[in-house]
């Protein structure tokens, strides 16, 4: 069996205000797999992602990243932090929180030269990451200028460059045209080829099947209520349409109104 790279048991976070947001999470989430983290709005998705990211400490319970617990002390230390940072990757679901130097080159190379690596290797990685993603004309621009596509782009290329072992991903397609969803799904998939692991948090049910060989729903009570592989789970209408996932869409057809559930992301015509 596959090395876990992250172990959660009975992990517990609240906001400020005692708001809860995760609830007695469990999850093992295995060394090269791709996962997908679903549910409705507000039920935990960002927050779990945070925590793998070690942005946010369980209140109660515990989170381990290679056998390690991730306590906030740990970050003390800049070696561990160094390390930490450039083994696990985060694509924000919000890319303004990415974007924030002058030019969107500024903005990619930021990790690499946080992390310490060599100013040769950086440009090196650039070349090749601006290939990738075609955004060579984008980088002297300033990235809060950018279209919300453009802006994923240069964040996803902004934690790519840092060659992470992990990347999580918060609501990557949001918003995108189909080719860019495409495109960015292409991107993806062949970093998981190379043995990375890919933890996506999305209520695109489009792309789960592509971006994900397991998934875990996030119920409204902020666990964890399922794990199965997409096809079991994406089948199941009722445990879909009870948990916010689908709706009944009702239109209007020559004059006859359709009613018929379907997906959330799905186009309406
Ligand atoms: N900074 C914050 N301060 C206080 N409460 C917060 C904060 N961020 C999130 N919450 C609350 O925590 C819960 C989980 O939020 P979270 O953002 O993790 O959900 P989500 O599943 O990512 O939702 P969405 O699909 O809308 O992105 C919600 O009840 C939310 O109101
Ligand atoms: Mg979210």
């Known amino acids: 069996m596959a090395k876990s790279i992250f172990e959660l048991r009975e992990a517990y976070f609240s906001y400020p205000g005692k708001i809860?947001?995760?609830?007695?999470?469990?999850?093992?989430?295995e060394e090269g797999?791709?996962?997908?983290?679903?549910?409705?709005?507000?039920?935990?998705?960002?927050?779990?992602?945070?925590?793998?990211?070690?942005?946010l400490f369980p209140?109660?319970?515990?989170?381990?990243?290679?056998?390690?617990?991730?306590?906030?002390?740990?970050?003390?230390?800049?070696?561990?932090?160094?390390?930490?940072?450039?083994r696990v990757g985060f694509v924000f679901q919000n890319s303004d929180i990415q974007l924030?130097?002058?030019?969107?080159?500024?903005?990619?190379?930021f990790g690499p030269l946080q992390l310490g690596i060599s100013q040769e290797q950086i440009n090196?990685?650039?070349?090749k990451i601006i290939g990738i993603f075609n955004i060579a004309h984008l980088l002297p621009r300033p990235g809060h200028r950018l279209s919300a596509g453009e802006k994923k782009k240069v964040a996803l290329a902004s934690v790519l460059i840092i060659e992470p072992q992990v990347l999580l991903l918060d609501e990557p397609t949001a918003g995108l045209d189909p080719q860019t969803i495409r495109n960015i799904i292409d991107i993806?998939?062949?970093?998981?080829?190379?043995?990375?692991?890919?933890?996506?948090?999305?209520?695109?049910?489009?792309?789960?099947e592509e971006i994900?060989?397991?998934?875990?729903?996030?119920?409204?009570?902020?666990n964890i209520i399922?794990?199965?592989?997409?096809?079991?789970?994406?089948?199941?209408?009722?445990?879909?349409?009870?948990?916010?996932?689908?709706?009944?869409?009702?239109?209007?057809?020559?004059?006859?109104?359709?009613?018929?559930?379907?997906?959330?992301?799905?186009?309406?015509?």
């Open 100 to 109: 924030f130097c002058p030019t969107v080159k500024e903005d990619i190379i």
């Open 59 to 86: 209140h109660k319970g515990t989170i381990k990243f290679l056998g390690k617990e991730l306590k906030e002390a740990l970050f003390n230390d800049p070696g561990f932090t160094r390390s930490f940072r450039s």
């Open 33 to 55: 797999s791709r996962v997908a983290i679903i549910g409705s709005n507000g039920t935990g998705k960002s927050t779990l992602l945070l925590m793998l990211d070690a942005l």
């Open 188 to 208: 993806i998939l062949e970093f998981n080829q190379t043995g990375k692991t890919i933890i996506t948090a999305t209520h695109d049910l489009h792309i789960v």
């Open 124 to 127: 090196r990685r650039l070349d």
């Open 212 to 222: 994900a060989g397991s998934v875990h729903i996030l119920g409204r009570d902020k």
């Open 20 to 29: 809860p947001a995760l609830c007695g999470i469990n999850l093992d989430i």
């Open 226 to 269: 399922r794990t199965g592989a997409p096809v079991q789970i994406l089948s199941d209408q009722d445990f879909l349409r009870e948990n916010n996932l689908t709706h009944i869409h009702s239109h209007r057809h020559q004059d006859t109104i359709h009613t018929h559930p379907h997906l959330h992301t799905e186009h309406h015509h």
